[in-house]
């Protein structure tokens, strides 16, 4: 909530009333003056989401305001000088609908019932601009509106009083929110809340760093050098060896949904990258230098696939040598920009200037390389405005120029870059690639400032290709109000390769260097990284990777699941897994050299390596990728099964159809599904809220950071590994179930009188798991007693009813 920048406008406008009210007389007065401002300065509600006066049966609606493409919010204005409420307190107060405080209200209230109803909306406000009142107009709930309360604010004075309710009833993010529910449910006592203390299952529930040994620090950098590298830095070797060409797999057929969604609504000519040089990107490189007219293209691709490595590879390697002569290849990493958005023309000027120059005149430009760059203004003057000069003192003329291209290399940037460019094309008859990289990095404002700096070069220097890698993301951000709708470009996507063929490349590639015929140069080749552990030791670590992560499928699919098939997420997941204490690599590696046959790793132990990570407990808190599809929330008690609950349904929307777009569910359609099982709606919220946070669901709008009423939403594959994790793993159920706190009654006493056991053993622990299990299925039975009456809704509770204690009475 941004109650402290509403309330110091709030605090201006209402000075700027008390100051001028013998002038605020009509309802247009009011409407222009006073509500207009407090709606958007105070309230946040974007002036785009204004419909003023939209003709209905009843008449006209002074304001109707929007979320998305729903209506929300009624407000109906009257004249500053009219009295809404009979009270002479200047405060705050919820009065009965009918009772004598709100009788001069009765008129504007039941006017704006009206509108409710026909818009379908069910909060509205009417107003003089001093005076406020809130109503709760469409309940459903059978009772009658005269037992309803009205909340009033009689003067601006209550509004600065009590301005945080003032706020959390009228503002854009609260009424996105239905918060104004809370506070009618409270005044009028039909607040439901369950609230009560929940307990840890251990004792010991302190989650605790676990020590990592020397080695593992050193696998550590083996990691790093090797298989969290996308670029391959300055290695070529790596660069042509480990890149991966997507191919049909899950991560491709999500890359398709991607694709479809981008096309259907921002880019009509979007195709995916090719790596066939009679198409795509190169043949376009090729036909621009054939015809000697520049492009520009967009590399489209989720974060983390690989978008820059693709563009070094590609002019490194794939482009064929003979066109790849032809090509000035300038690329500016943004990363290594300040960020500031108010000198990054200076910047870019600056760097690509630098990184032409270097490429031109490696050893430095001679007075005779810059008079060939300025050959154009060199003729001039010599046959214009300094014709004498240059004939009677050549050499003067000579030092004057130098000054000239001096003043201009140092302070005026964006010449100097033009006239090496144009030396490029004129001169050398070299076609200008400019690749503007991690752009997306930054800020929308900043990237859109990028955007158009490019499109003036490339406008500027027609002979140029210029390349802008972005993601989906940034495409949504510019492609709405930015400069993509005012520019032609093509736009290329690149697929997601996954996480499984990356590391098996990788893996290939560091057992070729470990395998290398000279000692000298294989210890050579490893000192570089800094990697100072034996060749023996990484034959095993290699050994340990292919055992792990590359012949059990099991893993690398939950892996590139938990981390939707986001490369680089999904290498840190393996490198934290891989070092994680729970997994004691550097006993595997004993183990490999003792036995010299391959390792075997129960799967049961590397997940218990994903859940835990460092850590001797699961603590959520230390966990990006693991969510705990548990847990209840101690204010709002209710069905531990609502996280797995919310996920099966958009399971069953996803795979209802093939169509990209019907995936989707809005946000209100589904708390309008699920509320009927039991499962309340500000519930739901508050759990779909979290599931957005850990990615387990995605918003149609990628640029979106909360989820609104009306956002429209899918699982992702994170949310379908958690539903696989949640119902059916018991290692899941072990670790990450039994840290989940819990209600107080007797399974909580028999799972604590379990784990105080001298030693557990796997009987033991699966008591535990089966009682924990039996404590999820009657807590829902509880809480959501018609589950089963929707379809799926009954698969997740029969899925776990198979991990059930037998009850003692049974």
Avoid at 122 to 131: D, L, P
Avoid at 758 to 779: C, H
Wanted: with cysteine.
């Amino acid at each position: 909530m941004n109650t402290d920048h509403a309330f110091t406008v709030f605090i201006e406008i209402k000075k700027y009333a008390e100051e001028n009210h013998k002038k605020i007389i009509t309802e247009q007065d009011a409407r222009f003056q006073l509500i207009d401002r407090f709606l958007v300065e105070v309230l946040g509600w974007p002036r785009e989401s204004f419909r003023t006066e939209p003709h209905i049966d009843e008449g006209r609606i002074d304001y109707l305001l929007l979320q998305g493409d729903r209506n929300k919010f009624v407000i109906e204005a009257k004249r500053a000088e009219t009295p809404l409420i009979n009270t002479k307190e200047e405060k705050l107060a919820y009065y009965k609908y009918n009772g004598p405080s709100a009788k001069p209200a009765h008129s504007a209230l039941r006017q704006a019932e009206i509108y409710c109803m026909d818009v379908g909306v069910q909060f509205c406000a009417i107003t003089t601009g001093y005076e406020w009142i809130g109503h709760w107009a469409i309940r459903g709930d059978g009772r009658s509106k005269n037992e309803y309360k009205i909340a009033t604010f009689p003067t601006l004075k209550s509004i600065e009083d009590d301005f945080a309710q003032f706020y959390e009833l009228f503002s854009s993010e609260a009424i996105s929110k239905d918060l104004y529910k809370f506070y009618f449910n409270e005044n009028e006592g039909t607040s439901l809340n369950q609230s009560e203390t929940l307990y840890s299952v251990r004792s010991d529930n302190n989650s605790h760093m676990l020590k990592k040994t020397d080695m593992t620090r050193d696998i550590d950098k083996v990691f790093t050098s090797f298989f969290s590298s996308m670029s391959g830095e300055d290695d070529s070797e790596m660069l042509i060896n480990c890149f991966v060409e997507s191919k049909e797999s899950k991560e491709s057929k999500e890359t398709d949904l991607s694709l479809q969604k981008i096309a259907r609504n921002i880019i009509d000519g979007i195709s995916y990258v090719d790596t066939n040089p009679r198409y795509g990107l190169e043949a376009d490189i090729r036909d621009a230098v054939a015809s000697e007219r520049g492009d520009f293209a967009l590399i489209i691709g989720n974060k983390g696939a690989g978008k820059s490595t693709y563009i070094d590879r590609f002019f490194r390697l794939t482009l064929e040598s003979e066109l790849r002569s032809k090509c000035l290849v300038l690329k500016v990493d943004l990363t290594l920009s300040p960020g500031n958005i108010s000198n990054i023309t200076n910047w870019l000027d600056q760097q690509l200037s630098k990184i032409c120059e270097t490429t031109l005149f490696p050893n430095s430009p001679s007075f005779d390389d810059l008079q060939g760059v300025y050959f154009r203004e060199y003729k001039r003057w010599s046959q214009g405005e300094m014709k004498h000069l240059y004939e009677s003192n050549k050499e003067q003329f000579k030092i004057q120029f130098g000054e000239y291209i001096k003043e201009q290399r140092l302070n005026q940037t964006d010449l100097y870059l033009a006239n090496l460019l144009w030396h490029a094309v004129g001169a050398r008859n070299l076609m200008p690639c400019l690749i503007f990289d991690n752009a997306d990095h930054f800020p929308k404002d900043f990237q859109e400032a990028v955007f158009q700096y490019a499109q003036a070069l490339y406008r500027t220097i027609k002979t140029c290709f210029v390349i802008c890698p972005v993601t989906d993301r940034t495409i949504w951000q510019l492609s709405k109000h930015g400069p993509f709708q005012s520019y032609h470009y093509k736009a290329f996507y690149l697929p997601t390769p996954s996480t499984k063929e990356i590391l098996q490349k990788r893996a290939a590639f560091l057992q070729s260097k470990i395998q290398l015929n000279e000692p000298s140069q294989r210890e050579k080749y490893f000192l570089t990284k800094g990697i100072r552990i034996s060749v023996q030791d990484m034959n095993a670590f290699v050994a340990c990777i292919e055992s792990i992560f590359i012949e059990t499928d099991y893993i690398s699919r939950l892996i590139s699941s938990l981390c939707n098939y986001d490369i680089r997420r999904s290498l840190e997941l393996t490198r934290k897994t891989l070092t994680s204490p729970h997994i004691a690599i550097d006993d595997l590696i004993k183990t490999y050299l003792s036995q010299a046959n391959k390792i075997r790793i129960p799967p049961q132990k590397i997940k218990k390596a994903i859940f835990l990570g460092d850590y001797s407990q699961f603590s959520q808190e230390d966990n990006s990728f693991i969510l705990n599809m548990y847990t209840i929330q101690s204010d709002q008690i209710s069905s531990p099964l609502a996280r797995l609950s919310i996920l099966q349904t958009l399971k069953q929307k996803y795979f209802q159809t093939d169509d990209s777009d019907s995936k989707y569910f809005e946000v209100n359609l589904l708390i309008s599904y699920l509320e009927p099982i039991g499962l309340p709606r500000k519930v739901i919220k508050r759990h779909l809220e979290t599931l957005f946070n850990y990615r387990l669901v995605e918003s149609y709008v990628p640029t979106d950071e909360v989820l609104l009423d009306n956002a429209k939403i899918k699982i992702t594959p994170s949310g379908m590994i958690h539903i696989e994790l949640g119902l059916d793993d018991l290692t899941f159920i072990e670790h990450v179930g039994i840290a989940t706190p819990i209600r107080l009654g007797q399974q909580l006493n028999d799972m604590r009188t379990l784990l105080q056991s001298r030693k557990l053993d796997r009987e033991d622990w699966a008591s535990i798991s089966g009682t924990f299990v039996n404590y999820l299925i009657t807590q829902d039975e509880i809480f959501c007693p018609s589950a089963n009456s929707l379809p799926g809704q009954e698969l997740i509770r029969s899925t776990l009813r198979r991990h059930c204690q037998p009850s003692n009475n049974q």
